[in-house]
T-cell receptor
């Protein structure tokens, strides 16, 4: 069964460093998302991506964040200068195309980012 | 703005008990989608069910059942004869179509931690 994959599973970085979180969505999906979950808290929407552009971003997704789909298969989230409060689990999700949003979003296993 | 409330932060039951997880949502859209996800201790998000706003029929899947009531904006989840493996955080989520149909972001509730004791 196709699945969303994410690498690395755990990333430790120092404050101020750049990190790139990588996701490979399911191959025939066209809608892509990043969410984050600070430990013990709810899952929060960061950004949605469709047709090679951002369709919506949350207030969390400031200028330090960017997303890219560089080669038609990978979907990356970059944090330019990490802060302690960026420590969280980051989930990538994808969903199929269609006229109706009746399909569930398939989530990857997540990347745990620890900023020290 | 959409909002999902899961008032129960933690629930603890003994194996074989039935347990209901509550979810109340707010939305201005007439068309929306409701979901339940399970997050076991390993951390991944496991899809359980999707329900469209125009389909109020309740659903049963094995020991799981869902009660969708638009009149009270609720989408409750019941586990019958709970098992230790059901121990997890359960999230209710809501999706509205925005941005001309190019974004179906999920808004999650804060989750309910279910502990099933042997």
């Amino acid at each position: 069964e196709p699945e969303v994959t994410q690498t690395p599973s755990h990333q430790v970085t120092q404050m101020g460093q750049e990190v790139i979180l990588r996701c490979v969505p399911i191959s025939n999906h066209l809608y892509f998302y990043w969410y984050r979950q600070i430990l013990g808290q709810k899952v929060e929407f960061l950004v949605s991506f469709y047709n090679n552009e951002i369709s919506e971003k949350s207030e969390i997704f400031d200028d330090q964040f960017s997303v890219e789909r560089p080669d038609g298969s990978n979907f990356t989230l970059k944090i330019r200068s990490t802060k302690l409060e960026d420590s969280a689990m980051y989930f990538c999700a994808s969903s199929p195309s269609g006229r109706e949003p009746t399909y569930e979003q398939y989530f990857g296993p997540g990347t745990r980012l620890t900023v020290t | 703005a959409q909002k999902v409330t899961q008032a129960q932060t933690e629930i603890s039951v003994v194996e074989k008990e039935d347990v209901t997880l509550d979810c109340v949502y707010e939305t201005r859209d007439t068309t929306y989608y409701l979901f339940w996800y399970k997050q076991p201790p390993s951390g991944e998000l496991v899809f359980l069910i999707r329900r469209n706003s125009f389909d109020e029929q309740n659903e049963i899947s094995g020991r799981y059942s869902w009660n969708f009531q638009k009149s009270t904006s609720s989408f409750n989840f019941t586990i019958t004869a709970s098992q230790v493996v059901d121990s997890a955080v359960y999230f209710c989520a809501l999706s509205e179509a925005t941005s001309g149909g190019s974004n179906y972001k999920l808004t999650f509730g804060k989750g309910t931690l279910l502990t099933v004791n042997p």
